[in-house]
Structures are given as C-alpha cells and as structure tokens.
C-alpha cells in the first residue's frame, strides 16, 4: 500500500510503524484505529460529495461543513497524540497528527519547523503537504481556485492542535494546490497570534449555520409572496367553489362587475359578502380605484352619517377637525355597505340622493360634494320586512334591490367544504410558515358533518387554529380543529348521525377526556349529558335509556336523582344503591 510507504517517507519515522499497527482490520467489517472506527471510503466518492455540497450549498457553507468535519476528525486523533506524549517528547508526540493525516490518506506531511511548549501554551508549527487529496480533486472539478481548498484538512490540522495543545491554534493554508501553487504550505499558531480578521473567518467557520430553518424561512417567504401575488392577480382563496349555488352566484356577480349597476348582496353572516363585494370591484372598470368597506351595525348610530358623509369642524361636540367620509374615499371607485339593514332612517335619506345626484354634503357643511362611486350592499335580514315595518326606505330598497345576488350558506354548498379548508390550509401553512401534509381522514369527515353556522368565516378561523396548533411534517387531527366538544354538533362526540349513541369510541373518548382535563367540562358535567342525552333520545322512557347506556334501570334513575341533588348527598332511601356495571 503506498499510503503506508508514504509514512515513511514524509512525517514518518521509526514512529510511524507502531500507528500502522494501530490500524486493525476487523473480521465483524469494522476498521479501527486504536480506539476509534475508521472508515475507508473511495476518495472519488467522497470529492463528488464534496461537489455536491458545493454546487447546492455554495462555497462558503461547504467550506464551513468540510473545515468542521475535518476539525473533528483532527480532535479525535489528538486523544492518541496526547497518550503518547506521555512518552515521547511535545514535538515527537505532536507529529502524532501529521503522521496520522498521512496514514489516512488525505497528504503527504512533512514538517518544516515545529516549535511548542504544552505547559507554556507555546505553538508554531510549518508544514508542507503534497498530493493533497483535497487540492487535487478541487482542481479536477472547478480548475485553479483564488482561495486555498484544503478545508476538511486545515480543519484537521487546527482540531489536531487545539486539541492537543488545550488552546485554540488555527493553522492556515499560505500556499495551496488547488490555486496553482506546487504543494499546500501550512502555518499554524495560537488564534489570539492571528490578525483579528483571520481570528474572526475562522470563528464563523465553527458557527453552525441552520441551514433547514432558513430555506424554511425562504420557502415560507416564496409562499407568502405568492399568496399576495395571488391575491392581486386571481381570486382570493375563499372565492373557490363547484357547488351549482356557489357558481350561480359567481356567474351572476361576473356578470354585473362590468356594468356600474348597484349590487345587492343577500346571505347569512360570514358567507363571505365583502369578498363578493371586493371580487366585483376587481373585476370590474373600477379596480384602480379604492375599495371602501363599512359596516353599519358596527357604527354607533350618531357617528353614521359622519362617518359616511364626513363632517365639518365644529358639527357637533367632539368633531375637532373637518374629515372626509366613506364616499368621499371611495371616490371613482366601490363603496361595500355591509348590513345595510341597520342604516338609521336620515342616513337612508341621504344615501338615496347621492345614489340619485351622486353628491352629498358633509355634516355641518353647506358646500355640496360631487362623488363618483359605485355602491355594494349586503344584507343578512329580510329588508322587505323592514320596509314593511317602516324601518327602511321602499325608495331606498327599491334603488337598491335591482341586481339581487343571493350567497348560499356554507351548509348548502358541502361540496365546496373540502375545497375550502384545502384553500384555508395552503394560505395559512404559507403564513405561519408550516408545512403540513392535509387533514387527517376523521378531520376531513368531520368537517364535512358540521353544519357551519358561521359559514365560511367559522371555517376559516377553525382551520387557522388546525394550523397553528398541528406540528409541520403531520397532518391535521379533529381535536386540533375542533377546540373542545362544547363547540360541536352532539353527533361528534358520541351519537351516531342514526342516533345510535356511540360512547366508547376512542376518538370520542380521547376528546371528553380533554375536556374533562382541560377544565371545560367536569366530570359530573359529562356524565349529566350522556344521560339527559339518552333519556331525550329514548323521549322519557327510562328503561330504553338505561339500555342505551348499557346499565339497569335503577342505575340509571339513581344516577339521575343523584344529579339532580343540590349537593352530594347519603344513599337514596327509596331505591337501592346500584352495583357498579
Ligand atoms: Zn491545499
């Protein structure tokens, strides 16, 4: 083997032969090298990897990866450096390294001045190496390099000294190989001995960069700057749906964005109107223009028409400077009036001229605005009860109800749930910066049973709260979705939709527990529902509901009494104590 030989003729001496005993080929396929495994691996295989860290993870990051590998390398031969020390003298011991790094493979060491005092903490060292495995495979790949390319072997060198010595010695490649020089020259002495910027290079080649976090943070960027573009270009994640109520409105909303006809959008709250609303101004000759969404059962009735007409300094107490309102910020483009129901009587008044002369006065103010705006306004109440109660404006609601568009509730439109909480997962992943696989098969059939009363808005903060609480890598749980049994339909934890109740079914069980343990339910609670739950299904009749629960009948009328006593009192005289089932 000329690696052996090599010994010989660079760092070796009569030395060298005892650490080539030190190697020792196992027959159980293991290579040891005194006390510690080695590995032999192709030298080919090994600088395409060095490639490959290169090429994905740039210079500078593998340069750091390498120079530590070579570091530690270096730190475990320094274990048999220090041993022999006991019997050899520094400089003898020392070359231990040098030796080593010859036997392994790497270079062909020779010393060229070695001073070092291990009580003192004195250290110079110089050495030359050739055949550089490192240099010579850098250069097969990338050609003559600025920059010296022996990084696992400086880092060898500097683990081997440190370790040897007690202190940090950085050495330095001064020639190198693989920048066209004939051999590598090495030059090693205490950090502190070093110009503090080389001090500071070699410091930040220890520090361990979380390389998995920031092409996290990146992707989580890339993603969030996607949902945005997405947002400008396409439709927002929630406009997404294949159900025939869903797509009718849709069409007839794509239908009117072009025109400037006054939209009224009819649906229960949180079946996303001010999305319906923002979608039309997006779409339509508008969108340039501003977008401007109020609320009027969110307005204190005295500030309404302020805040959508604006007001003069000195209306009334409290209007410290003259503002603009609603309409005049959205002027040349929409105005969403949401909940338009609750409009007090003079707003209808003065929102029926703007729509008819479209211009308005301020309060307190004399001067007359010109406003170009296009209105959208919603409703969740029946306004032709309103008008009939004398509430709202017939003018009013006649002017505004020309294009009805009716948004169906979440629970007429099942086929879009999945649709949905895929849309409400992929916006929320990219903003928490998780990376979650779905939802698990029972979270999915849950979601699909919920009658969702809040509509899409309920679904929407349900499957934020999923994302935030489902470690990355897993997929969705119900109990992650769902935050307790209190929130959900009885049939989710326990009865069967075909009213079979089902109380031992482990995913019902795990949630009750929960509950009990979270504090949300006692105990007592549980145990007053499961019953009052059976007694209802069985309407009253206590022997079908002691069935249903699997106990006597008397268990379940003790147990019933036994609730329905103001405090936990001694046994019940009239019927006898149950056994335990
Ligand atoms: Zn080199």
């Not at 935050?483 to 009865?495: D, H, K, N």
Request: aromatic share 6%; hydrophobic share 40%.
């Amino acid at each position: 083997m000329s690696k052996l030989r090599s010994v010989r003729r660079g760092a070796g001496d009569a030395a060298g032969d005892d650490l080539r005993a030190a190697v020792h080929f196992s027959e159980s396929g293991q290579i040891w090298l005194h006390e510690h495994r080695m590995l032999l691996v192709h030298a080919e295989a090994q600088a395409s990897l060095r490639r490959e860290l290169i090429d994905t993870l740039g210079l500078a990051r593998a340069q750091g990866l390498f120079t530590r590998m070579g570091y530690a390398s270096g730190v475990r031969d320094a274990e048999l450096g220090r041993r022999r020390a006991q019997e050899l003298t520094d400089q003898d011991a020392f070359m231990t390294g040098p030796q080593l790094h010859t036997l392994e493979g790497m270079v062909q060491v020779t010393r060229v001045k070695l001073e070092l005092d291990r009580l003192a903490g004195r250290f110079f060292g110089e050495f030359t190496w050739e055949s550089s495995w490192e240099g010579q495979w850098h250069r097969h790949y990338y050609g003559i390099h600025e920059e010296p390319v022996c990084w696992t072997q400086i880092g060898y060198v500097s683990g081997y000294a440190s370790a040897f010595m007690g202190r940090s010695i950085l050495f330095q490649e001064v020639e190198c190989s693989g920048s066209g020089d004939s051999l590598c020259r090495i030059v090693g002495k205490p950090v502190e001995e070093w110009p503090a910027e080389v001090a500071a290079r070699y410091s930040a080649m220890f520090d361990r960069e979380p390389i998995a976090e920031q092409l996290l943070d990146l992707q989580t960027q890339v993603a969030e700057l996607r949902a945005t573009i997405g947002q400008q270009e396409k439709l927002p994640s929630d406009m997404v749906g294949s159900s025939p109520g869903f797509r009718a409105a849709y069409q007839l909303l794509m239908q009117a964005a072009q025109s400037e006809i006054t939209v009224l959008l009819l649906g229960e709250t949180g079946v996303g109107k001010e999305l319906f609303a923002r979608t039309l101004h997006q779409k339509g000759p508008r969108q340039a223009a501003p977008f401007v969404a109020i609320n009027c059962a969110a307005i204190p009735l005295e500030l309404m028409e302020a805040e959508l007409f604006g007001v003069e300094k000195g209306a009334y107490t409290g209007a410290l400077s003259s503002r603009s309102g609603r309409f005049e910020r959205a002027h040349g483009g929409t105005l969403f009036l949401d909940e338009i129901g609750d409009l007090p009587l003079p707003a209808q008044a003065k929102l029926l001229r703007v729509l008819q002369e479209g211009e308005l006065e301020r309060v307190g103010d004399q001067r007359t605005r010109k406003v170009d705006v296009r209105l959208v306004a919603a409703t969740n109440v029946e306004l032709q009860e309103r008008v009939k109660e004398g509430r709202f404006r017939s003018d009013l609601y006649y002017r505004l109800s020309g294009y009805p568009i009716r948004i169906p509730p979440l629970r007429e439109r099942k086929e879009d749930v999945a649709l949905l909480a895929k849309a409400f997962l992929e916006k929320y992943s990219a903003k928490n910066g998780k990376k979650l696989r779905g939802f698990t098969d029972k979270a999915k059939r849950t979601l699909l049973a919920h009658p969702w009363p809040g509509n899409i808005r309920e679904l929407q903060n349900i499957i934020e709260r999923g994302v935030i609480l489902a470690p990355s890598g897993t997929r969705i749980e119900v109990n992650q979705l769902f935050s307790s049994i209190a929130t959900e339909p009885p049939r989710e934890f326990g009865l069967g939709s075909d009213g079979d109740l089902r109380p031992g079914t482990p995913e019902a069980g795990r949630r009750l527990c929960e509950a009990v343990l979270n504090g949300v339910m006692t105990l007592d609670e549980v145990e007053a529902m499961l019953l009052e739950t059976a007694v209802d299904k069985a309407r009253g009749n206590l022997s079908s509901a002691s069935r249903m629960l699997g106990l006597t009948r008397p268990q379940l009328a003790y147990r019933l009494k036994r609730l329905h006593e103001p405090a936990p009192g001694p046994a019940p005289d009239d019927d006898p104590p149950p056994d335990e089932p």
